[in-house]
C-alpha cells in the first residue's frame, strides 16, 4: 500500500524549533518530488515546501523562508521539515504529499497530517 | 493569502447537482497550468478528486467532473450524496509557485 507517515508534531514554545518526519513506503521514494502543505485550525490548505527527487533542489513559501528547511533521505524513505524561529501563525496540521507526473504534478498521495502547536 | 478564489459555501439537496468555482489569473490558470481538485473530508487529509483540470483517479466516481476555460476552472458534483458534505480546494501553479483555492464547504440539505 502506498502511504505517507508524518511525525513529529507537538507543541513548542514561540522561538523554538521542530523537526518533522514524514516516512514513506509503497512506493520509490527517490522517484517523486515531495511536498509540505499545512492547515491552519479552521482555515484553508497553504503550500509550504518543496523538494525535488534528488535533494538537489527546494523551494520555500514565502511566510517559512529562511525559517523552515526541507530534506531528504532516499536510503531512509523518509522527508524531513525542520522548522525553526516558531511563530503563533506556524500552528497548524503539517501533510506531506506526493506529486506523480502521471497526475499532472497534482499531490496524489498525502499523509495523514502532524499537528504543530506553537504557544507559550 | 490566496490568488485562486472560490466561494466559501454551496449547497444542494440529495440529487441535485452543484458546481463550485475556482476564479484565478492570467499568472496562473489563464497561463495554461492545470488546476487540480481535492476533497477534505470533516477531520481528514486531503484526498486527489480531479487532476489536470478534468481527469479522475481511479476510484473517483464519475459523478465529480472538472473543467477549465480561460483564467476560470470548475468542480461540477452530479447526483448530490450525503457523503459528498466536504470541504473542496482547486490548486494550481503560479509564477511563484503551488497555490490553493480559498475552499469551499459543500452542505448537503
Known amino acids: 500500500e502506498v502511504q505517507l507517515v508524518e511525525s513529529g508534531g507537538g507543541l513548542v514554545q514561540p522561538g523554538g524549533s521542530l523537526r518533522l518526519s514524514c516516512a514513506a513506503s509503497?512506493?520509490?521514494?527517490?522517484?517523486?518530488?515531495m511536498h509540505w502543505v499545512r492547515q491552519a485550525p479552521g482555515k484553508g490548505l497553504e503550500y509550504v515546501s518543496a523538494i525535488s527527487s534528488n535533494g538537489g533542489s527546494t523551494y520555500y513559501a514565502n511566510s517559512v523562508k529562511g525559517r523552515f528547511t526541507i530534506s531528504r533521505d532516499n536510503s531512509k524513505n523518509t522527508l524531513y521539515l525542520q522548522m525553526g524561529s516558531l511563530r503563533a501563525e506556524d500552528m497548524a496540521v503539517y501533510y506531506c504529499?506526493?506529486?506523480?507526473?502521471?497526475?499532472?504534478?497534482?499531490?496524489?498521495?498525502w499523509g495523514q497530517g502532524t499537528m504543530v502547536t506553537v504557544s507559550s | 493569502q490566496s490568488v485562486l478564489t472560490q466561494p466559501p459555501s454551496v449547497s444542494g439537496a440529495p440529487g441535485q447537482r452543484v458546481t463550485i468555482s475556482c476564479t484565478g489569473s492570467?499568472?496562473?490558470?489563464?497561463?495554461?497550468?492545470?488546476v487540480h481538485w481535492y476533497q477534505q473530508l470533516p477531520g481528514t487529509a486531503p484526498k486527489l478528486l480531479i487532476y489536470g483540470n478534468s481527469n479522475r483517479p481511479s476510484g473517483v466516481p464519475d459523478r465529480f467532473s472538472g473543467s477549465k476555460s480561460g483564467t476560470s476552472a470548475s468542480l461540477a458534483i452530479t447526483g448530490l450524496q450525503a457523503e459528498d458534505e466536504a470541504d473542496y480546494y482547486c490548486q494550481s501553479y503560479d509564477s511563484f509557485g503551488n497555490v490553493f483555492g480559498t475552499g469551499t464547504k459543500v452542505t448537503v440539505l
Open positions: 492570467s499568472s496562473n490558470i489563464g497561463a495554461g497550468y492545470d
Open positions: 509503497g512506493f520509490t521514494f527517490s522517484s517523486y518530488a
Open positions: 504529499a506526493r506529486v506523480a507526473v502521471t497526475t499532472s504534478h497534482a499531490f496524489d498521495i
